[in-house]
């Protein structure tokens, strides 16, 4: 990418190409003429823009450290908002005769802020919520007020569980049971006869359709989840039986999360019509459809059906589900449903940044070298400078290989105590000076032979990051998922080196070097070099869906602080919510050690010291203080 020439000037425009921060960041996320990365939370007045350096700023002044969550909530009310204005707007253009309701799914982010929020904003647009637990169930029922949103019980249900969902019922709310398993539906009946309560049944459907991408293990024959056509007839025919089949109002399937391909949401929602029909014709009153998750999130802005990307808009999402709905059903005169999505990853991806400050950078420098070799120097040292002084760009590939050669021969001649620990250190310091060479002088090559195309990303900068990618982006981890990370200041200077990033934990896996590109993936991050008086920022974007409860404590690395803003129409912002991250005391809690216990061993430990001499009452007082303030510090690095 920096094949720029230095004469040509760097300009934020190429900083915004290079991030391609333009398409990723659907209109919410921009580049300042200062170079600042900036939010733009309305989409219809891209001159409110707040910049991100200001909120570390306001962040800093209010006494939080780096790593911060930083959520921006305008931003989860608009995606709301874009949802159902543009599903409004599809259903008007196709004469469509139902209409939409939305529900979040409380798994991809249970934090209560965040339900919290969804359901106070989602509330003019009747926007409900879908539980796949008891927790989750119980959650929903403290946040939901609107009697018309709707409530999705998903998941496997014991008593306790229905039992809550039919009194929720009772008490107005629009509960629906989805039937994952056949064994479920007795249950069902069973509370409801004991209880006295007509519940609201929906079932949930194995598809055959099969979906690519990372996460669609949920669609398809082979689903854990759902009923097959055979299952689906027998929970009729028991329903018939019970007289209970007026309660079977809802069909339900979920395709998989991060669906690339529109295609495959295409087949699936007209699979789900067949069905729909075939319900509808065996006499059930149905009247809902809900197509579960699976919009996509556009993570690197490439508009295609790669995995970490969708080759669809929302606006082509809702055109081909309603038309799709529309087609299949009007054949057989059957009434337009009430569609109900569970996008989760598509509401709440985009609010969440991830900021972080460089704390050291490991960097790959061609080492300071004698003339040559002395003349008491063994015969491998010669064999390396002489590589070095015939290196050109015509046998780059040659020389590589003989340094390497020569490099293996020198650790072999070390460990049979034939080279001195000196001698040893010259010969790789050679080593990594020809190395170095010979990466640089690729660019040059036309065609870069196949063995030497690694080696500008194996010298890559390392550049130490204050944050776990354990606890922060587990699917960075987990299942190589990618978000746009990139510098959220000095974007008006070029940036000159390539790095991975290395976090804190120092575990070889707590690494991220695969970075989003339009042409597949990228190796290395193009960044800034540190300057010693100021702190360097970075921000991984687009966290806000399943990264924030999946997170581990590796390390003892815990829950960051995370901080809300709200932008108002003038531009300016105000600190909304904020809770402080995890305490080392915190941390250690978790895995059931006694703060106050470890408290009061160590004063004893500093006691003994004391009485042993080793350490006067002075020193014992502030030894003790500095353990205390351990335990309450925050578990990153603090500057
Ligand atoms: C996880 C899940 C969702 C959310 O899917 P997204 O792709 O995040 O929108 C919706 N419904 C069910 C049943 C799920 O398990």
Redesign the pocket.
């Known amino acids: 990418m920096i094949k720029k020439q230095a004469l040509e000037r760097w300009s934020v425009q190429d900083a915004a190409d290079l991030y391609n921060i333009q398409s990723w960041g659907i209109g919410y996320f921009d580049i300042s003429p200062k170079g600042n990365v900036v939010v733009t939370p309305f989409p219809n007045n891209r001159d409110v823009a707040v910049d991100l350096t200001e909120v570390i700023a306001g962040i800093r002044d209010r006494g939080y450290e780096m790593p911060v969550l930083l959520r921006i909530e305008n931003i989860l009310d608009s995606q709301i908002r874009t949802m159902h204005e543009t599903f409004r707007a599809k259903m008007k253009e196709f004469e469509y005769k139902g209409a939409f309701r939305g529900v979040f799914?409380i798994?991809?982010n249970q934090q209560q802020q965040v339900v919290e929020e969804i359901a106070r904003f989602g509330e003019q647009y009747h926007h409900g919520l879908?539980a796949?637990s008891k927790a989750e169930l119980i959650a929903a029922l403290s946040l939901l007020r609107d009697r018309e949103a709707c409530l999705i019980c998903?998941g496997y249900k014991d008593e306790e569980f229905v039992d809550l969902g039919l009194y929720a019922t009772k008490m107005g709310v629009k509960c629906f049971f989805v039937l994952e398993m056949p064994s479920e539906l007795s249950l069902v009946l069973e509370r409801s006869r004991v209880l006295g309560i007509q519940p609201l049944i929906g079932v949930r459907i194995k598809l055959s359709t099969q979906a690519g991408g990372h996460?669609t293990d949920?669609g398809g024959d082979r689903s854990i989840f759902g009923l097959s056509a055979t299952q689906v007839v027998e929970v009729v025919d028991t329903l018939k039986e019970h007289n209970m089949l007026h309660c079977l109002q809802l069909l339900h399937y979920?395709l998989g999360?991060?669906i690339p391909n529109i295609r495959d949401l295409r087949f699936a929602v007209l699979e789900a019509c067949r069905v729909y029909a075939g319900l509808v014709t065996e006499g059930a009153p149905m009247g809902y459809l809900d197509l579960?998750?699976?919009?996509a999130v556009d993570y690197d802005g490439s508009h295609t059906n790669y995995t970490n990307s969708r080759n669809y808009t929302l606006d082509e999402y809702c055109a081909d589900i309603i038309d799709t709905i529309m087609t299949t059903l009007d054949d057989d005169a059957i009434a337009h449903p009430v569609i109900i999505t569970?996008?989760?990853?598509?509401t709440v991806a985009y609010y969440s940044i991830l900021l972080f400050n460089v704390l050291d950078v490991s960097r790959f420098e061609a080492p300071e070298l004698p003339d040559g070799p002395d003349k008491d120097d063994p015969e491998i040292i010669a064999n390396l400078f002489e590589v070095r002084d015939v290196l050109s760009l015509k046998n780059l590939q040659e020389c590589y290989n003989d340094a390497m050669y020569y490099r293996d021969e020198a650790r072999q001649l070390f460990k049979h105590g034939q080279l001195t620990l000196r001698q040893r250190s010259l010969a790789e310091k050679i080593f990594w000076h020809i190395i170095l060479r010979v990466a640089r002088e690729l660019k040059n090559l036309k065609f870069v032979p196949k063995d030497l195309k690694h080696l500008p990303e194996a010298l890559a900068d390392i550049y130490y990051c204050n944050f776990s990618v354990f606890q922060s982006l587990p699917d960075a981890w987990a299942i190589d998922h990618l978000f746009p990370i990139m510098p959220i200041h000095r974007l008006d200077e070029m940036p000159v080196k390539q790095a991975t990033l290395a976090d804190i934990t120092c575990d070889c896996d707590g690494k991220i070097d695969r970075f989003i590109d339009i042409h597949g993936v990228k190796r290395t991050l193009p960044l800034h070099e540190l300057r010693d008086d100021e702190e360097y920022y970075l921000g991984a974007f687009l966290v806000g869906?399943y990264q924030e409860t999946l997170g581990d404590l590796h390390n003892l690395l815990g829950d960051t602080n995370v901080v809300s803003i709200r932008i108002s129409e003038d531009g300016d912002f105000s600190f909304v919510r904020e809770v402080d991250g995890d305490s080392v005391a915190d941390v250690l809690s978790y895995v059931e050690y006694v703060p106050k216990n470890m408290l009061e061993d160590f004063r004893k430990m500093a006691e003994q010291a004391v009485r042993d001499k080793r350490i006067t009452p002075q020193e014992r007082g502030r030894i003790v203080s500095a353990y205390a303030d351990g335990l309450r510090g925050y578990t990153y690095f603090e500057r």
């Open positions: 799914p798994k991809v879908e796949g998903n996460w949920s979920h999360s991060q579960g998750g699976g919009l569970e996008s989760g990853r598509a869906a």
